[in-house]
């Protein structure tokens, strides 16, 4: 059953929400401008930790929770809005800024509130030119309805969003890595401890969201913990745009409750509408290129956090691959360990030379024609050297592709073993990958 | 600073509260092999070769007490991931492992991922016989690479970063410590970085490049040999060379220096370390500035005034006029009748020396100065309440100050300006009075400015008020003769 009533997508229940007025009446800002004259900061955190918001950029971490870690006493605090959407098959914080941009920026006021910051910073993808400009026409009018600025509705509260576009680099997905390109830095992770909320951006509280997570808080607030809780799981509630991509008939962002199972998100033909070719789905990487693959047939694994972690992966951005029996995993993994080799930042070594080292090998083994039997121990412990020793998650992410496909499809890369030895290959991969829509 | 106690392999040891891993470990003999870790500097975390187990006493979360096993002893709960030991502060009751398997592997496989991309020109490399990375490979390494590829990364080999530093992108396995050095000690945040992945690479911001007169220490803790001088490379394989300790005379800092000698030759300046002086910097006046003693225009015989004319002599004839001549002095007119005067460039050894030797023949008529009789005593004053006997700079940070009066130590005393930075960041005050502003400034607590001429009334009115207020009985002490 596809929701009734959207929490984030709500230009489907809406239409032209999108524009400030039809959001405004709509019940949009009222939420905030409620919290700003009447409600204190610390009010509007014990709502949206009640209502068990948890973060929807990858990690899945309590919202309100991460709000508390702020410590006390302690200005200027940054709020800062995480749009560097890169994860492969991640595609919703565009859908979101696109068509409901007000109930992003809005949340980006509550939120700021909320942690007493009187700036926030909206960092973008530097790809994500026109989501931009949208957003900064929202800005624009916000300030103008006098939403934003100095001495808000004079409730003394005062508060500037600011949009800047980064230059296009995956880790500067990664929160530290995000500040220093912010401060005009190279974009490169921090070290861990100090956690931003407490020295953060320009080594000051930091507080930073994905942008769902933000676009969530609006809707908490203005109608209640009760009634954003009626969706999702007791430990996941609410909801999760999926962005459901790869073999499926209907690929695109779904808005559904936490807690229903892969099988309904493919083949519902609200959603997926099924396999295209009625092929049978033989990989499913759940929560993006980070995350570790499931095999078709766990299809009754419901999408949750706990239940994912349950089946060995991770919810992730929610960005569901789905690939059909076309597909070689080696093949597969070579693919996704490219991207990470391509972004890989350079600071540490094991992310920077195995990524490389991986790449090659598959490279060699998928499109060159040449494998041989030592690759494939070689390929274990390359990835073995890199698992758990990398500086921050992008190398350990790189781990998953190839850590996956030895696991779950060994008899793949003993066949490229055994072709190559026969001599029969012909120096080309047999079988590319399918165009991936 | 209070101690916590920490157990290194099997050895329990008290260390300082704030030590990292890796030095606790130094404490106990035990090398925790490091590339980006320098003990001057910041620690990175980024090369992963410092990776160790480490483990900390389980606390029961309801009475916060540590779980004890049934021997009476703390239960140590050894967290999951392998650590690195730069970034780990030491902690009550830590337990660290740096032998065990999962560790050899971690740092077998650090060190073959580094050598995937490391060129490995060690026979024409000057660093080789000194590196880290050579030796760290012999110790720790892989005996042969997996990687059967012929895939180094290849760069225009080598760039100049400056007229002195140039820099072999190939050989650079990116630890960052140049960078490092040069935006925390140094305060010349010229070098930075530029890409990324596998093409990540050392460059230089500043025009004209490398615009630091502190550049050459970057070769010395570079870990490789991708920051070579221009003043070294390719001169000499560095077991050829024999090193003879010797003091800076370029500034008053002092530096501690060796001269690396082929055979009679000197090769290079390098620092010798001394906390009480230059720890382990030198500047670039000093490590460079050394070409003038194989100049052709220098004198390098005695020569002896005969009918009119200098002419060689040798060093037995040179010294045996000069005693002739003393002695003759000594005998007509007495010891009171001779006199010294030594450089002030001089090091506090050779004055001491010389000093002696003129008590020896009976005269106690010795200066250094080089100015006119009767001009200011400054120089005096300072030797009694500025950096004398006993001054430890290391010692000075918070609850101390520092006053440099019209003084540019960048360009006078380099080192020293490192020194003060090192003051001043931890948390000393420092307060810079010049009549124009100079780089000190920036890390000074206060500036002060006073006109053209006017350093000396400057210090006159301050000694003024300080003799007026809470330090007179001690200043004036002090500053009495005898």
Not at chain 1, 230 to 236: A, C, L, M
Not at chain 2, 296 to 299: K, N, Y
């Given at each position: 059953m596809a929701l009734t009533e959207h929490v984030v997508m709500r230009e489907l229940d809406i239409p032209g929400i999108g524009d400030f007025d039809i959001y405004r009446q709509h019940g949009g800002w009222d939420a905030y401008c409620v919290a700003v004259k009447e409600q204190t900061p610390a009010a509007v955190v014990a709502v949206v930790k009640e209502a068990g918001l948890r973060g929807r950029g990858g990690a899945g971490f309590p919202t309100g929770v991460k709000w508390g870690f702020l410590p006390k006493g302690v200005y200027p605090r940054y709020l800062l809005c995480n749009c560097d959407e890169s994860e492969p098959g991640t595609f919703n914080n565009h859908q979101i800024i696109d068509n409901n941009p007000h109930q992003l920026v809005e949340g980006v006021a509550i939120s700021a509130y909320a942690v007493e910051a009187n700036t926030a910073y909206i960092y973008m993808r530097g790809e994500f030119a026109a989501a931009a400009r949208t957003l900064e026409a929202a800005i624009a009018r916000a300030y103008a309805e006098g939403l934003l600025g100095k001495n808000i509705l004079g409730s003394g509260y005062d508060l500037d969003i600011h949009v800047h576009r980064g230059a296009g680099a995956y880790i500067c997905g990664e929160e530290t890595a995000l500040m220093e390109s912010l401060e005009g830095k190279i974009g490169q992770p921090r070290l861990k401890p100090p956690f931003p909320a407490v020295a953060g951006l320009y080594g000051k509280p930091t507080i930073i969201n994905n942008v769902e997570t933000l676009t969530n808080v609006p809707m908490i607030l203005q109608k209640g913990v009760a009634w954003y809780r009626?969706?999702?799981?007791?430990?996941?509630p609410g909801t999760k745009c999926f962005s459901l991509s790869g073999h499926v008939n209907r690929p695109g962002n779904y808005e559904i409750p936490f807690g229903l199972p892969l099988r309904e998100l493919i083949y519902s033909p609200e959603y997926g509408g099924g396999m295209r070719d009625n092929r049978p789905v033989k990989i499913i990487i759940p929560g993006g290129a980070s995350a570790p693959w499931l095999t078709g047939d766990k299809l009754d694994v419901t999408l949750d956090y706990e239940a994912l972690a349950g089946a060995g992966t991770m919810l992730g951005s929610g960005a569901v691959i789905v690939l059909n029996d076309t597909v070689q995993a080696p093949h597969l993994a070579y693919k996704m360990d490219e991207f990470f080799k391509h972004e890989s930042c350079g600071k540490c070594t094991p992310c920077r030379e195995g990524t490389h080292w991986l790449v090659k090998t598959l490279h060699r083994m998928t499109e060159e024609g040449h494998a041989y039997a030592e690759d494939i121990p070689t390929l274990h412990s390359i990835y073995g050297q890199m698992a758990g020793n990398c500086f921050c998650l992008l190398g350990e992410s790189a781990v998953m592709p190839i850590k996956s496909a030895l696991r779950l499809f060994p008899q793949e890369f003993e066949q490229l073993v055994t072709q190559n030895g026969n001599g029969q290959h012909n120096g080309k991969h047999p079988i590319a990958l399918e165009s991936v829509r | 600073m209070p101690d916590v106690n920490v157990t290194i392999d099997g050895v329990r040891v008290a260390v300082p509260v704030g030590t990292n891993v890796v030095d606790a470990a130094r404490m106990v003999q035990t090398a925790i092999p490091v590339f980006c870790y320098h003990p001057r500097l910041k620690p990175a975390g980024m090369c992963r070769m410092c990776l160790v187990q480490i483990g900390t006493p389980k606390v029961d979360p309801a009475t916060r007490q540590p779980v004890l096993d049934e021997n009476g002893q703390p239960v140590i709960a050894m967290m999951p991931k392998l650590q690195t030991g730069c970034t780990t502060p030491v902690s009550e009751g830590m337990v660290v492992k740096t032998v065990t398997e999962e560790v050899a592997a971690a740092q077998k496989g650090v060190l073959e991922f580094l050598l995937t991309s490391h060129p490995l020109d060690c026979p024409v490399c000057d660093k080789g016989g000194e590196c880290p990375l050579q030796n760290l490979t012999m110790q720790w390494g892989p005996g042969k690479s997996r990687f059967d590829y012929n895939d180094k990364v290849h760069f225009e080999k080598p760039v100049k970063l400056g007229d002195l530093i140039y820099l072999d992108r190939e050989r650079c396995i990116l630890c960052s410590r140049c960078v490092r050095f040069q935006d925390d000690i140094a305060d010349d945040p010229v070098l930075g970085f530029d890409m990324r992945g596998r093409n990540w690479q050392i460059i230089s911001k500043s025009e004209p490049g490398f615009d630091s007169k502190f550049s050459g220490n970057t070769t010395d803790i570079?870990?490789?040999?991708?920051l070579t001088s221009a003043d070294f490379r390719f001169k000499a394989r560095v077991w050829e060379l024999e090193s003879k300790p010797a003091v800076c005379t370029l500034c008053p800092v002092g530096c501690n220096v060796s001269l690396d000698m082929r055979h009679d030759e000197l090769m290079r300046v390098m620092p010798r370390e001394n906390a009480a002086v230059n720890d382990i910097w030198i500047c670039d006046k000093g490590r460079f500035g050394h070409r003038f003693i194989a100049s052709?225009?220098?004198?390098t015989t005695p020569l002896i005034r005969r009918n009119g004319t200098l002419q060689p002599a040798t060093w037995e004839q040179a010294l045996q006029l000069v005693a002739e001549k003393f002695a003759a002095v000594l005998s007509s007119s007495?010891?009171?009748a001779v006199g010294g005067i030594a450089a002030p460039r001089l090091s506090n050894e050779d004055l001491y020396t010389f000093q002696k030797f003129m008590r020896q023949l009976g005269s106690d008529n010795l200066d250094h100065r080089v100015g006119a009789p009767g001009a200011p005593v400054l120089d005096d004053l300072v030797a009694d309440v500025g950096v004398g006997v006993g001054t430890d700079l290391n010692a000075l940070g918070q609850g101390t100050t520092v006053i440099v009066v019209g003084a540019d130590p960048e360009e006078e005393a380099p080192v020293y300006m490192l020194r003060l930075r090192a003051i001043a960041e931890r948390g000393g005050h420092l307060v810079v009075a010049n009549l124009r502003p100079t780089k000190l400034d920036r890390s000074a607590t206060l500036r002060l400015r006073y006109g053209l001429n006017r350093d000396i009334a400057f210090a006159r009115a301050l000694l003024k008020a300080v003799h007026e207020q809470v330090a007179f009985q001690n200043l004036n002490a002090r500053t009495q003769p005898g």
């Open positions: 009626q969706f999702g799981t007791e430990k996941s | 570079c870990p490789v040999g991708a052709s225009d220098r004198l007495g010891p009171q």
